[in-house]
């Protein structure tokens, strides 16, 4: 079964009186275990399709099955517990909380989670993602003390503290430098080949594109080219193995808006 299949996706904004039409008519598929990237220049509607499939908003019409559920019709309630459960972000600001140090960011999802774990649970579970991303030195740093390579990795270990299945990543590169780019992308690679964890990767820039197994290629809102899945992706399970927990996850505490970025 696919992890995401989109059919027919349209998307109108609208503006006064003016529609905005920005997503013409999207179809795609992303099988479990996927490392995919969604490429396409400045205002092609990257961000706009990231929204609808990371559950930010919702399609003006079309299906979108998710996991084996039809998702394009769920209330604003209903797809943040879907995106607590299963999903994970990666921004390009990192958006984590300052003045905070690193382990408290990360514990953070936990404390509205459904699990009731334990503070000092919570702060094991966050403690063991750091050390998974290479942190476990730095965990009482606050972001301010760390560097834009630093402070990205906290930003994956909170998104994956959870257990999501399905990451999804706006141009995770795109304020670090070259040498910090190409680590945080080699984390992305080894997440995906050990854990299973399947990762859309959204970027410009064909250098962050070409770690990815398939491209898919959009262009005025409408996917130009969807690449095809590597028959190798298709035996992963798609369930991240970073956390041992399966229970549900919790409210990051995100609004539709907020869990955005903010992001343009
Ligand atoms: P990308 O991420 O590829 O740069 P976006 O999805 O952000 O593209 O934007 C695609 C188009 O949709 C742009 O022309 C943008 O102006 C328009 N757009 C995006 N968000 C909105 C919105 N909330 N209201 C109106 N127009 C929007
Ligand atoms: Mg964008």
Redo the contacts with the bound molecule.
Sequence with gaps: MPLIQMRDIFKT?H?GEVD?P?LKGVSLQIEPGELVALM??????????MNILGCLDHPSSGEYWLDGQEVSGLSSDQRANLRNRKLGFVFQNFNLLPRTSALDNVAMPLTYSAQHLSERQARQRAADMLKRVGLDDRMHHEPSQLSGGQQQRVAIARALINSPPLLFADEPTGNLDSRTSQEVLEMFTQLNRQDGLTIIL?THDPHVAQHAQRIIR?HDGVIVAPGSAPASSLSFSGRSQIAASETPGSNQGQTDHAASGGQ?
């Design positions: 904004y503006l905005v920005v396409g220049v400045s205002g092609s509607g990257k961000s706009t399709l959204v959009i343009p």
